[in-house]
């Protein structure tokens, strides 16, 4: 069955990395996946979004407005952002910790977070919000907010394959050296809900 | 045969690498860049890479190594052809041997970019061969495609993607190395007759390019990656002809409803006209769906009157299609539904989302340039100056709070255009503010002549021993090539004593007061100087523990904040905090404090 899937967040938050774990992880399964993200001018602290498609007679990585079956939000914003691709009964996860872009902080900008996670819960039906940020405490490490996102995921039922298969991929893919890390990230978020 | 995962980039250098690649040379720009990176990681050690120190060089290099009988690749962005135009031009008159692919990705958007020039007419203006890739696969298979026409008819071709098909990622079918094409040049061999431009020559020659092009629009109208898909009804009268990733952003919308003729059009020049009859014949109207400008729908006007076809062609010049930017899925299916009643997607009806943070790109915490761009700053505060920019990371000092970018054009243009302001206003303290990859690749001869003509400004070197902007490759100053060698640097206060300039200070920018009475002292001089404000990328650097602000001392004044505007220093409740996460320690706000406030950022020895 094809899937339409959206990461977004921040530069440096490891959203391109998680695009291509769900890739191999796919193609592992032989589903076909294309994708593509932003690259060049969108610096650290830029905005950051991966579109992934997986499935049958895909032409382009891209995809229309309403057409996304899951976005994973690795900021608020950022999810409120691209939530015109959502699909009428897609699926929202959301990390609630905000990130301040440097423009607030010359506006005096008050930015938290908080109205964006309300917005979300009040448009879309099926929504999970983490605070991502507070996991990765828990685990120890800040570095591991895309697997605590991507487990988070898996959980939601909407991505082709099982922690136990993404896993296997974590371990072929990632430095060996985090790979006891990232199972416990992955692990945590599981639980989550 | 087996899958992997690729890049568009990554795909058009794996198909070069499997078409026998030899040598590819090219200069870094987005989106082209990862070609030449994707092929020195995979390099047996049979092809030689190199970063040239400009298109032109790179094109150049190629085109000797192709005259010996390799095959070669130079790699480019757009912008990057102006540059490498002038071999180009000529090179098309003289051909090769070997064959010769010149990948130049163009960027509709512009997402990175100063221009939204389309590659295909530079394809028709210099009389070459031009292939247009429609997906990540298609690049694949179409580079060795590209190796062989260019081979078989003795000419350089063009290769031209644009950003979505060089930075989507698909999995695709690639080659086992068993399959791999190999490629023995069989060297240069003297002919006067071939190889030196003369007036004669070039008349036979353009003649004989003619006659080739008129041959290859018949061999094209056969070349497989040029079709027509029939309508889903025979009735219909109405057709779409389109081409690189706008046709899968067609053929995305028409996925599953009646579509109408289709037309793809993989080689823009020479223009498949047998082809374009063909699709033509019967219709009464054809939408053209292109980025960039509007070539195919000139061609297909052209061929309607040539052949005396009463087919209403439409596009971006019925301003059915819209002139300038990228198409994307919705675009694509609104014009297809004004056009041939395609019922588009339904978007979701949402309450108004609250107003979101702009997060535009910024110098990175840490930036040396930050600092160069203030101690400028600081020390012509009260004078009427002009800060010329040029193109990398540093045309980001344009953003507030710095605001020190007063011009940009293009690669190295900033020195002369300084010298151009100085001369019509000479009350007025003129910078130029250029690179160290920059100054190589083409701001050195600006120098030369700023120097020889008498001009008076102060050239800012900003040294950050990288190009950073496109990721990180060597260039002259950096002592190691992508051969992997460690190599003698260019010098570049010798460089620049060396072309006559007399004053030449290196400071680093982190010292602020030091970098702030360099810049007092040497832009009072007369005639052309400079400074070199030296300092490693910050992302290169392992950065020093992050500063902390002491909340019984700061009067959160904002002082950090609004004149730095460095990504690390934020609000938090309020307060002046550091994002521990960004922060590298670099000292710059510490010394701007002026309550000494900020603590800390010492380098771990």
Known sequence: ?193 | MHTEFLMGNAAIAMGAVAAGLNLISGYPGTPSTEVLETTAKKNTGNIYVEWSVNEKAALELAAGAAYSGARTMVTMKQVGLNVASDPLMSLAYVGVKGGMVIMVADDPGPISSQTEQDTRHFAAFSKLPCFDPSSVQEAYDMIGDAFEYSEKYHTPVLFRPTTRVCHGYASINVKDIEEYLVNTPEGFIKDSSKWVIFPRLSYNNHIKIEQRNEELSDVFSQYDKNIIIPATDNSCKKGIATHGISYSYVMEALSGQNAPRIMKVATPFPFPEKLAVEFLSGLDEVLCIEELDPVIEKELTYICGKYGLSVKIRGKLTHDVKPAGENSCKSVSENLSAFSGLVPTKSVERATPPQLPVRPPVLCAGCPHRASFFAVKEAMKGKKTAFCGDIGCYTLGNAMPLDMVDTCLCMGAGVNITQGIGKIEPDTTCFAFVGDSTFFASAITGVVNAVYNQADMTLIVLDNSTTAMTGHQPHPGTGRTMMGEIVEKVDIEAVLHGIGVKTVETVNPLELSKAVDCVKRVSSEKGVKAIIFRSPCAVLIKPSTPVIVDENKCVQCKKCINSLGCPGIVLEEGKVCIEQSLCTGCGLCKQVCPTKAIMGGERDE
């Open chain 1, 1 to 193: 069955m094809n899937k339409n899937i959206l990461l977004c967040g921040v530069g440096g938050q490891g959203i391109v990395l998680t695009s291509k774990l769900i890739a191999a992880a796919s193609m592992a399964k032989n589903i076909p996946v294309m994708s593509a993200e932003t690259i060049g001018m969108a610096q650290k602290g830029g905005s950051v979004f991966s579109f992934l498609k997986t499935g049958e007679n895909l032409y382009c990585p891209m995809f229309s407005e309403g057409t996304a079956d899951l976005i994973i939000g690795f900021e608020p914003a950022e999810a409120v952002r691209m939530l015109p691709y959502l699909k009428a009964d897609g699926t929202v996860i959301v990390n609630s910790h905000p990130i301040m872009p440097v423009t607030a902080a010359l506006n005096g900008g008050t930015y938290n977070g908080g109205e964006m996670i309300d917005y979300l819960k009040a448009n879309v039906k099926n929504i999970f919000v983490l605070d991502g940020d507070e996991v990765c405490r828990k685990i120890g490490s800040p570095k591991v907010l895309n697997m605590v996102m991507l487990g988070a995921a898996i959980k939601s039922g909407c991505l082709p394959f099982t922690l136990d298969e993404i896993k296997e991929t974590v371990q072929k893919t990632v430095n060996p050296k985090f790979y006891e890390l990232n199972c416990k990230a992955l692990d945590e978020a599981e639980k989550l809900f």
